[in-house]
C-alpha cells in the first residue's frame, strides 16, 4: 500500500496514464538485474499530480574476496544470484505538465518496498532473471490505482 501521512482521499480519481512500459531502464541502481517495467497514474481532480509505479528483478550485492594467510584481498562485489528477488519503486509526483514531468517537478518522493515474491533457484543466472522479469510485469499489470493509492496529492 503506498500512503503520504496526511490524510486519506477517494481514490476514484486516480486513471492509467498511457501504457505499461517494459525494458523501462535502470531504476534500481547497483542491484536491478533485469527488466524494469512501469505504469503511471494521474488524478481527473488534482492537475500535475502523477504516480508512476515500477517494478523490477534484484539481487543484493555481495563482497567477492580472497584471503591469503591473515591478507583478505578486496575484488569488488557482484549480484547474489540465489537471493534473487523484485523490488517496486513508487513515485509521487507534482509536476506543470503530466507529458514532461521531469522538466517540470515542482516535488516528488518515492517509495520503496521489496515485494514478497516466489523464491527464484531454479536454473541458471538468465532463467531466475526472466522469471523475476515476468513476476514484475505481472504486479505492475495488477497495480489497482483504486486500491492501493493513498495519497492525497499534497507535498509531506
Not at 30 to 44: E, L, N, P, S
Not at 61 to 84: C, K, L, P, W, Y
Request: glycine residues 12%; contains cysteine; negative net charge.
Amino acid at each position: 500500500m503506498l500512503g503520504g501521512g496526511i490524510g486519506r482521499e477517494s481514490n476514484m480519481g486516480w486513471v492509467q496514464y498511457g501504457d505499461i512500459q517494459t525494458d523501462d531502464g535502470d531504476y534500481g541502481g547497483d542491484i536491478q538485474i533485469g527488466k524494469a517495467t512501469h505504469v503511471r497514474f494521474i488524478h481527473t481532480g488534482m492537475p500535475g499530480r502523477l504516480v508512476t509505479v515500477t517494478a523490477y528483478p534484484v539481487a543484493p550485492e555481495r563482497s567477492i574476496e580472497t584471503q591469503e594467510g591473515s591478507v583478505v584481498h578486496f575484488h569488488g562485489f557482484e549480484s547474489d544470484m540465489n537471493a534473487v528477488g523484485i523490488q517496486s519503486q513508487i513515485e509521487l509526483m507534482i509536476c506543470g505538465d503530466i507529458d514532461d514531468p521531469g522538466s517540470t517537478e515542482e516535488w516528488s518522493d518515492y517509495l520503496y518496498e521489496n515485494l514478497d515474491t516466489r523464491p527464484y533457484s531454479r536454473g541458471d543466472d538468465e532463467t531466475k532473471v526472466k522469471a523475476a522479469e515476468v513476476d514484475a510485469l505481472r504486479w505492475v499489470e495488477r497495480f489497482d490505482a483504486n486500491r492501493d493509492i493513498h495519497w492525497d496529492g499534497e507535498r509531506f
